[in-house]
Every structure is written in structure tokens, then in C-alpha cells.
């Protein structure tokens, strides 16, 4: 017998009795089997304990059965109710007891996790079941094109007016914003916001060249309608009278008595339709509209159609409504649409501004 | 596991210890005999005191005295239903001492006799087997934990020889677990 062995073994139950765990002591595998073994030999009874317990219950057994008090509570398993408890408790121990574990678990803990699994699921599947039901479709699709201003949110002129105009009296500041005049065959009188004048000696209404059946917004106060709002006002940094960075007695950035970019009166900048070197806005960004709770309640369905103009860099702008659905379907198309992004039209390979049209389908399945 | 239920069988029908038992309360000594290492596995190891296992198991056997006229044979060991009623008490010292329920006796119960009570009874028996003067050491050395020397001391040998005693005590232990002969 190695005595390295033997005091290996010493030294590993020293440790055990001192409360080391068994873990702790696993480096050497062949003493580990004997290291086990002596791990539980603190847990057999004293021999005394046993014979003693034994006197004992010989003596109780030799007294009359009224002198033992059994504890009926203490009873598991031998009644059916009970068994048949024990079977649950050992398929699905902590709904109907508590249990070790861990933490602490009890069955409110089991039922609240329970009902809630279960609502969980029903949400789920109401959900789906919600979904299948209630399915719609909306369908996008740019239906036509229109040509559109590019920096301007002006009328379309009617027919082929390429001029524009374009002014200013050499301000400072930029032009400040308000209405062009309105369009007349003759100018006698150059729009402005500062008067330089006060006391003309031949009063007359200040206009611009352009066809007079074509009616401009008018905001109140003359300006340039695309100067910014908060400006102090100007007639602007360009020259030659009127309103604008452009030059001659118009409005805007053009040259001329006109409107906007361009020369020679009338409005600037033109229209722009896709084809003849304009290609058309692609969208890059197109959630669906929402169904309205009103039209799915109804079931209603049907095609609508939206106008909008895609600016040089992809946003939409004026989006308003061409043809009418209703039921608060509008107004979700709209909401929609407002949120589109695009790849913008090109002219010339550079990005302009493109007024569209798109039709949007609603349909319920 | 089987060689250590083998070695804490016994040949005797336990129901008829049982039924024997129920009609002379004085027979319920075969049934301690059989049992009381399995009960007293099962409660040391769920007790942090030697004090409190000796405690608890003869209550356990108190109780099942007192109640044995309830038992129903169903096919249950015996041994089961003195696990239900040791995971009872040991349930509610557990509930007094902490307050509050930390573990009902019906969840100890269903982990009834495990493989580690089993071992545990199995040893308890095999160093009843052991001869005397290792049995005697190993008492000494791991029930009233005395040192060596102590040991040395009141048996009037050297360290060395009580540490090969206690060697070979162990060793006698492994193999007969190992064989299944216990």
C-alpha cells in the first residue's frame, strides 16, 4: 500500500471535514473514487443514535395505541387524493405546489406567467386573424406626368410662354416676398416694394407683361412670390426697376418685364413634361397609404388620383388632390405621398423639378 | 443503480412486515431495520446538523408507528411513504425557520428516493460490514470528526496505522460498491 497514497487520502478527508467541497479536491483522479466515498461517510448515523431510536420506538410500540399521536397532516401518499396530487406535482410541479429551485417559485407565480402566455397568444392570433380579415391592397402607381415650375410654385402657364422676367433697383437686402402685379399687355408702371416716389406725377397701377387672362395668386403685398417670408422689404439686388435679382422691370430672377426665370414677359422658367430630354421622377421611398378606419368599416374601395411636384432634389411639394375617393382616403394618400422620397427628373443631366401625377388604389380583400 | 437497491432489499415480503406490523405494533422493528438508512440518507442530506437529521428521522418513525394502521398497501414501497412524511416535517422546519414557504413536503416527496440517498443508505450499511477495528476508526474519524492523532491516541496505536486503517477502509468501501456486492 503506497503510503503517498494513504496520506494523500488523509490530507483530501482533512479537508473535507473542514468543510472543503468535493469539487475542490478532483486534481488527482485516482484517489477521486475514495475521495467520494469519504465525502458522504460523514453522513452515516452514529450507531448509538440508531440502537437507541430502535429501544425507543419498541417501547412505544409496547404502549396502548392511545399513547401514539399520529399527525394525520404528515400522511402523503398512501389516499388516492393525495396520490393522484403527487402524479400532477410530478408532471407540473409548481402550479399546484410551491417549489426549489433557484428562485423562489410558487403556483401564483406559475399562473400569472401562465395567463399571461395565454393572453399573449390570443393577441397574436387575434391579430392574424385581424390581418386575414381586414387585408388591403393599395396599389401606387405614376399615372401621368405634368410639367411643373421649377423653383416656383406658380401656375402652369397655358401655352408656349418661355419668357419671364426679372428686376430690382440694386438693394442690399434680397427682394421680399409678396405677389407679382398682375399681367397686363403694356407696362406703364414697374412693380416695387419701395416706392421711390411718393408723389408720381401720372399715377399708374404697377404690371407686368404677360397674357392678362393668365391670373397670378395674389398675397396681399407686392414682392417676389419666392423670396423668403422673413425678409425686410426690397425690390431686390438686381437692376433696371421692378422686383428681383433678374434685370428689366419684372419680377424675379429673369430678364424682362415678365415673371421668374427667362426673358422677354410672361412667366419664367416654363413647364417641364417628361420626354424631349426631361426623364421622369423615379420613387425611391413609398410606403403605402393607411386605410381609413371609416372606408375599411364600410368596406369601400376605389381608385384615386394625386398631383404633386417633385423638386430637383426628390421631396414632394404641392401634393393635392386631382381626383377625389373620400371616406378620409384622401387625406391617408396624402399623408402618404407627403412622405415619398424620389430620384429626382433630369434635364440636360440636371436634376429639375417635375410636376406628376399619381393614382393610388385602395382595394379590400 | 440496481446493486444498491439490491444490497438494502430484503428478502422478506414487505407487505407482509407490514401487515405484520399493523396487527403487533412490537414487529415494527424489521421495518426500521429496512428502512432507517434510506429515511436517514434522505434527511441528512437536507439538513445542515447531525442534531437535526437524528431529530427528524425519529420523528419520521415515531409518526409512521403511530400511523401505520392508516397505511394502505398500493404498491408503494414502504420507504416512500417515510420519505412523504420525512419531507413533511422537514418542510416545516424549513417554513418556521425561514417564515415563509420555501418548499412544501410534497415537492421534497417528489424527489423521493434518489440515487444519492440510495448510495448514501448503501454506504451507511457497507461500513456497518466493515471489520472492527476500520469500522471503529471511520466512526471515530467522520461521525465524531476526531483527529488522528486523537484516534491514535485512544486506541493506543501510531498515526500511521489508523491512517492505513482508515486507508483501507475506504478502499473496502470502493470495492464493494464497485463489485455490487454490498
Redesign the interface.
Known sequence: MPSYEIEQLDAAINALLAGQTLEALRNDPQLLPMTEIASQLHLTPRSEFRAGLRDELLAHASMPPAGRVFDASLAPSTHPQLKSRMVHDSVFPPLFSTGVSMLPVRGSHLAVSFALHVAALAIVFTSGWWMVENRTVVRKQIASRFSGTIDYLLPSSPGELHGGGGGGTQDKLPPSRGSAPRFSDQQLTPPAVIVKSDAPKLAAEPTVIGPPEVKLPQLGQTGDPTAAILTPPSNGTGSGSGIGTGEGGGVGAGNGPGVGEGRDGGIGGGVYHVGGGVSAPRTIFDPDPEYSEEARKAKYQGSMTLSLIVDSEGHPRSVHVVRSLGMGLDEKAIEAVSKWRFEPGLKNGQPVAVQIAVEVVFRLY | MEPYLKATEHDVDERHLIEAAQRD??S??AL??AN??RV??FV??RVPS?EE??DI??EV???A???L??????G?AFV??LI??A???IARRWQRATGH??????????IGVSDHTE??AV??QL??RLPEDQRLV??R???D?KS?REIARELGRSE?AI??L???A??T??NQ?RSGHA
Open positions: 405494533p412490537t415494527f422493528a426500521y431495520e432507517f438508512d436517514y440518507a441528512a442530506r447531525r437529521a437524528e428521522t425519529a418513525f415515531h409518526q408507528l403511530a400511523g394502521a392508516r397505511f394502505e398497501w398500493q408503494t416512500a411513504w412523504g412524511i419531507s413533511h416535517l414557504i420555501e418548499v412544501t413536503a410534497d415537492e421534497l416527496e417528489t448510495r448514501q454506504i451507511a461500513v456497518d471511520i466512526r474519524r467522520f461521525v470528526q488522528i500511521g491512517k492505513q482508515q486507508f483501507r475506504i478502499e468501501l470502493r460498491i
